[in-house]
T-cell receptor
Framework: DAGVTQSPTHLIKTRGQQVTLRCSPI?????VSWYQQVLGQGPQFIFQ???????GRGNFPDRFSARQFPNYSSELNVNALLLGDSALYLC????????????????FGDGTRLSIL | QQPVQSPQAVILREGEDAVINCSSS?????VHWYRQKHGEAPVFLMI?????EQKGHEKISASFNEKKQQSSLYLTASQLSYSGTYFC????????????FGAGTRLAVHP
């Protein structure tokens, strides 16, 4: 079975531009979470979506937005890019949003490495 | 609030044991543990549930302290493949439905 897939794998943008990152969860997984990981740090929680609704949000500015589609895939959008947005963006899927309370593991994609020049 | 992991880094020889701690200001009702190898995505290792039950890895175990404000991950008879950065992730720390990872503990196992 295919794991979590993310695209693109690498992206270079300049300050002020906008970017869209894509994620396809494992088949049957209905929850998708987005994380930002800077080198040497743990993944920082951005959003969690379940059944097309936002179920959790981290401490990120409104420049960050996301959505989930009926097929459970998801997009993360970042507007007005700043140099500090350079990072690895990880998507993780799990069976459902209650999966955390039910202790289902999260499965991560390989990430999109975003570089801002 | 981010859970606090200690130590920040550990260096072991193959076959040695290690303990990694994850502390929170609130009682933990479960803790997820993940390992991330250099250049790769985090991979789920195991879940420690509030009653002490564990789900996941056969050779890695974990426990809570008495107040359940700290979880410890035990790596026994370490193998070269154990090298990587270990992250804990207690659900709900920092707010309901916020999935906050610790800053990580870097583990290097040498022959």
């Amino acid at each position: 079975d295919a794991g979590v897939t993310q695209s693109p794998t690498h992206l270079i943008k300049t300050r002020g531009q906008q970017v869209t990152l894509r994620c396809s969860p494992i088949s049957g997984h209905k929850s998708v979470s987005w994380y930002q990981q800077v080198l040497g740090q743990g993944p920082q929680f951005i959003f969690q979506y379940y059944e097309k609704e936002e179920r959790g949000r981290g401490n990120f500015p409104d420049r960050f937005s996301a959505r989930q589609f009926p097929n459970y895939s998801s997009e993360l959008n970042v507007n007005a890019l700043l140099l500090g947005d350079s990072a690895l963006y990880l998507c993780a899927s799990s069976l459902n949003v209650l999966g955390d309370l039910l202790n289902q593991p999260q499965h991560f994609g390989d990430g999109t490495r975003l570089s801002i020049l | 609030q981010q859970p606090v992991q200690s130590p920040q880094a550990v260096i072991l020889r193959e076959g040695e044991d290690a303990v990694i701690n994850c502390s929170s200001s609130k009682a933990l009702y479960s803790v997820h543990w993940y390992r991330q190898k250099h250049g790769e995505a985090p991979v789920f290792l195991m879940i420690l549930l509030k009653g002490g039950e564990q789900k996941g890895h056969e050779k890695i175990s974990a426990s809570f302290n008495e107040k359940k404000q700290q979880s410890s991950l035990y790596l026994t008879a370490s193998q070269l493949s154990y090298s990587g950065t270990y992250f804990c992730r207690p659900p709900g720390v920092g707010g309901y439905n916020k999935l906050i990872f610790g800053a990580g503990t870097r583990l290097a196992v040498h022959p």
